[in-house]
Structures are given as structure tokens and as C-alpha cells.
């Protein structure tokens, strides 16, 4: 952890600030733990701050027990909370572990995210929030841009996305809870959520608790699945997913990643290849709604995780055009666009309070 970052966190109970105990430190601190006055702490293993309550925090008992009895903390008891976070903790930190590194992919993948944006140099000089990092991909990329960013995530991807962030000086990386964020607040210039709310189970409730640590006027780019008219195509594809969950969320991950590459695969010849040959004849085609026709710019490994992603979840949301705008209804300047699911950036104005 570099101790910058204490510029930037507070308790997500009390929202005071905390006091710094270091066990072992070379250029960053690779172990200690911020203690706050309520009488809460939060260990930092392997150079992340681990802050999560609940059900969440317990879990790092029982991943990291060497830690905690090497520094003698003993373990306490907090309220359980609801096992949906944990599965998804669960499921994503095996799935960025799992990703390998492709700079091609991740920047392809980066200047599509952000393309509401216009002008990436918008982000030039400000301080950024990456909510639900992943794997770190977004972050390497926005750090060319942004001054500083402090990026976090529920799951353990977050070692991942350590590990690919080293060379940048100004990204700090953290464990956190959406529902529970340890940030201060008007503390970003700029946030971005790039596939993640509407994995919550609630996912407005996350958004809104992301723009309370805006600055006035600065700008939130977020991307969530949309939804398809009962006339689509597309629409029972998502329904048969849907069913298919039932018994995916299930199944073993090690197993489930296995099975991602014969559905990905077969996916691809079905959807992905004839959409390449056909759109090139035709515009209608190449305009259309066609399913996966987002994967014709990417390698079959990028479906392949997406299939794992797709399928690992507790539960997903999807999103008319005018049900996602309405997130952004009293935000200024707000532009979307779509392609595999809404992309939509707005500034925030307090003088227009989210209701």
C-alpha cells in the first residue's frame, strides 16, 4: 500500500479517519493494519488494504489465517451479511485470476468503455475512482490520463490487478464493498464502473453511492447490460442464460471455466463468424442487433471469459435505454451509447441533487 492512499480512505463505519500500524514495508507497505477510534481494523495483506465488514471480512480470515496469527489479531464477530456479495466475491476473484494478460485486448477494450467520453484527455490531471477494478486492465490504461487512481474491487482480483498496475506510480489498489465504500467524500474528479453495477443486488443503490464521492461537476461513466424487446432474438438468448444459471451459479468454478470453452467456441461459430462474412455484404447486418456481434473485434478468449463471466454470477440486471437514463436524470451533459450493453457518461451537478 502506498501511504498516499490514506489521503483518500476512511472507516466505512464511523467515516473517521485512519491510524497506521506497519508490520513489514519495502517500497510499499506489504503488511500492517489501520486502526480506527470506533474500535474497528482492517489488515493490509499483500500490499492491499483489505476494508470489508460483515460476511465479507470473515472470508479473510479464512484465506489469510498465517497473517492474523502471525500478528496475534484475534478474530471477531461481526454481522452476517448476505451470502449473493460473497458468491460474487468468489466468483470473480477466480475469473481475473484466470485472465491472462493481452495489452492488445485490454486496450481495445479500454478505448470502447470510454468512447462516451469523446476526448480522452478529459481525464488529464484529475483524481479517478476505478469501482469494481477486476483485474486492473481499466486502470492501466486511464493511468496514462488521470493523475491519480485509486481503484478497488469486492473480490480477490485485486492481487491481479496489484500485480498489473506495478509500474504505475499512481494507481493505488484496495478491497472494498460497494454498499460499505471506506472513501471520503467529494473526493474524485472522475469515476468509472465499467461492467459491475448491474451485477449488485441493487444496483442503483451502488450508483448512487459512487456520485456522493464526486466533486461538483465532475463526470461518471458507467457500463451495464441492456435490456431486448420480447421481439428479439436476443431477448430469448438471455432468457435461456437465465435458465442456464440455475445450475451454473452450481457448479464448481475450476469445472464451469472448463465448460466456458466448448460453449464459447461453439458460440463463436454460430453467432461471431457468420456475422463477419455476412456483414461485410450487407449494412443491415452490420448494423443490426446481432447476437455476440461485439466479439468480432476480439479473439475467442475474450468470449471464452465472458462465457465464465456470464455464467459464475449469483444474478444479473439489464437495462432499458430509459430505465439506465433515469440514473442519469439529474445529471448534465449526458451521452450514451450501446453496443453489448449502455454506455453512459454524465457530469454531476449538486445544484441538481440525485433524488
Request: a positive charge; hydrophobic letters at 40%; aromatic letters at 18%.
Amino acid at each position: 500500500m502506498k501511504q498516499r492512499l490514506l489521503d483518500f480512505i476512511v472507516c466505512p463505519i464511523c467515516k473517521k479517519e485512519f491510524s497506521l500500524k506497519v508490520f513489514k514495508q519495502d517500497s510499499e507497505i506489504e503488511e500492517g493494519v489501520l486502526y480506527c477510534s470506533c474500535g474497528q481494523f482492517f489488515p493490509i495483506i499483500k500490499y492491499i488494504p483489505r476494508i470489508l465488514v460483515g460476511d465479507l471480512r470473515r472470508s479473510l480470515y479464512s484465506r489469510f489465517p498465517e497473517f492474523f496469527k502471525k500478528y496475534n489479531l484475534a478474530k471477531q464477530e461481526f454481522e452476517k451479511d448476505k451470502l449473493q456479495r460473497r458468491d460474487t466475491l468468489e466468483s470473480f476473484g477466480y475469473q481475473w485470476n484466470k485472465y491472462a494478460t493481452d495489452l492488445k485486448e485490454w486496450e481495445k477494450s479500454f478505448k470502447f468503455y470510454f468512447e462516451p467520453l469523446g476526448d480522452f484527455n478529459l481525464m488529464r490531471e484529475k483524481i479517478g475512482l476505478d469501482a469494481g477494478c477486476g483485474n486492473g486492465r481499466h486502470s492501466y490504461y486511464a493511468a496514462n490520463y488521470l493523475k491519480e487512481i485509486v481503484a478497488f474491487d469486492l473480490s480477490d482480483s485485486v492481487d491481479v490487478a496489484f500485480e498489473t498496475n506495478k509500474k504505475h506510480d499512481n494507481v493505488y489498489i484496495l478491497q472494498a464493498d460497494i454498499y460499505n465504500l471506506p472513501f471520503k467524500e467529494n473526493m474524485f474528479d472522475f469515476i468509472f464502473s465499467i461492467g459491475v453495477l448491474h451485477y449488485l443486488p441493487l444496483p442503483e443503490k451502488g450508483f448512487k453511492r459512487l456520485l456522493g464521492l464526486l466533486k461538483n461537476g465532475s463526470g461518471i461513466l458507467v457500463y451495464v447490460y441492456h435490456s431486448f424487446p420480447k421481439t428479439s432474438f436476443n431477448y430469448y438468448l438471455v432468457k435461456l442464460t437465465d435458465f442456464l444459471r440455475r445450475f451454473t451459479t452450481k457448479t464448481p468454478y475450476k469445472i464451469l471455466y472448463v465448460l466456458s470453452y466448448p460453449i464459447a467456441i461453439i458460440s463463436f461459430i454460430v453467432f461471431v463468424i457468420p456475422y463477419i462474412i455476412l456483414s461485410r455484404f450487407s449494412k443491415r447486418i452490420a448494423n443490426s442487433n446481432w447476437p455476440l456481434k461485439l466479439y468480432s473485434k476480439h479473439k475467442i478468449k475474450v468470449l471464452i471469459n465472458d462465457t465464465f463471466d456470464r455464467f459464475s454470477p449469483p444474478l444479473e440486471h439489464r437495462y432499458s435505454k430509459e430505465e439506465i437514463l433515469a440514473w442519469y436524470k439529474d445529471l448534465k451533459n449526458v451521452k450514451i451509447l450501446g453496443q453489448g450493453g449502455w454506455r453512459i457518461f454524465g457530469i454531476y451537478d449538486k445544484d441538481m441533487p440525485y433524488s
